[in-house]
């Protein structure tokens, strides 16, 4: 076991990548603690210490993180294209203040290590991948521009608590690309790409619409593969460093598509691009080289297999039957 007995605080532990870490913590002994805000959690552990906070309140913030020694802040405010196209001040004010409180609760509280999931919205417009120190090399896309300049300004914080205080607590910042995989947000005003079409995938849709016109290139993640990815960075890093986690391979909205179709038994769905609907960039792609150059990780998880997984997952919650994939 990676963590026999260490004090770990999870924020946001009914979200995907929360939900899926505080998992496979409690497996590596982790003494654990969760944040709840709305929700409550699909599993409960036991053992596992529940606190039900709203961490854009300072005194909340200070409560979760008291006698932790790693936090992992993964809660956070978000949706998808759509809420972000019609209210694109949603997410700022929000999330600014849970990465500054609980930096600061953090920081004062003696937290060892802090471990904070950025994001590559925050990256410029480029066609080739992007490696981390690019990030400030022009501008976010600009219907990113909102929530790129969000996480910049945390990761500015970030680095600050991490490398410019004459007490530096260690600070961990990840940028995921797309992370996806059972507990995400299956819910369509709210939810990504992948999410929102195995959703239609297995609800069979007729016609299965999907926004824009499909040629939108993405990196994504399966679940595992990004917790993996956080349990070695709190594991093997003593210092600040800002991070690319991804597949490390890009694939068109088109093909993710014709991928669940073809898994889920159902080629002859009838396809309809809308391009009248929100859509964002159209390619993002990162050089994920420096996470295995200092962690050892590499995604083990290919796209295949980790949609036959969600597809089957999300069958299985959705209490639609069993299907047996291909």
């Known amino acids: 076991m990676l963590f026999p007995d260490k004090r770990i605080l999870v924020t946001g532990a009914t979200g995907l990548i929360g939900s899926n870490l505080l998992e496979r913590l409690f497996k590596e002994g982790a003494m654990l603690r969760a944040t709840l805000h709305r929700s409550e ?15 854009t309140r300072a005194d909340d913030c200070r409560r ?28 700022v004010t929000p999330n600014i203040l849970i990465s500054a ?22 990256y410029p417009v480029s066609d080739k991948p992007m490696t981390e120190d690019q990030l400030l090399a022009g501008e976010p896309f600009h219907k ?29 910042v990840l940028r995921p690309t797309n992370v996806y995989g059972p507990h995400d ?24 619409e999907v926004w824009g016109d499909g040629s939108e290139v993405r990196d994504a993640i399966y679940v595992d593969d990004m917790v993996e990815a956080m349990v070695l960075a709190a594991a093997r890093l003593d210092r600040y460093a800002a991070i690319n986690i991804g597949l490390g391979q890009g694939y068109s909205v088109h093909d993710l598509l ?58 299985q919650s959705a209490k639609l039957g069993r299907a047996e994939l291909k």
Request: net charge positive; glycine share 6%.
């Open 144 to 172: 990113y521009f909102f929530a790129g300049w969000t996480k910049r300004f945390a990761e500015i914080l970030c680095q600050m608590y991490g490398e410019k205080l004459a007490k530096p607590m260690t600070t961990i």
């Open 185 to 208: 947000d299956f819910e369509l005003a709210t939810s990504h790409v992948i999410p929102a079409l195995i959703r239609k995938t297995v609800e069979r849709w007729d016609p299965l």
């Open 101 to 122: 409180q609980m930096l600061e609760a953090a920081y004062a509280a003696g937290v060892e290590k802090f471990i904070w999931l950025g994001s590559t919205v925050a």
């Open 41 to 55: 959690p699909a599993i409960r552990y036991p053992g596992i210490e529940y606190l039900q906070c709203d961490l």
């Open 64 to 91: 979760a993180v008291e006698g932790m020694q790693y936090v992992y802040l993964c809660a956070a405010i978000s949706s998808g294209a759509a809420m972000i196209s019609a209210t694109p001040m949603i997410h």
């Open 258 to 315: 014709k991928m669940m179709l073809e898994l889920d038994g159902y080629e002859n769905a009838r396809i309809k691009f809308d391009t009248t609907k929100p859509t964002m960039i159209p390619l993002r792609l990162v050089d994920t080289s420096k996470a295995e150059r200092l962690l050892g990780f590499r995604a083990r998880i290919d796209m295949r297999e980790g949609l036959r997984r969600t597809l089957m997952w999300y069958r």
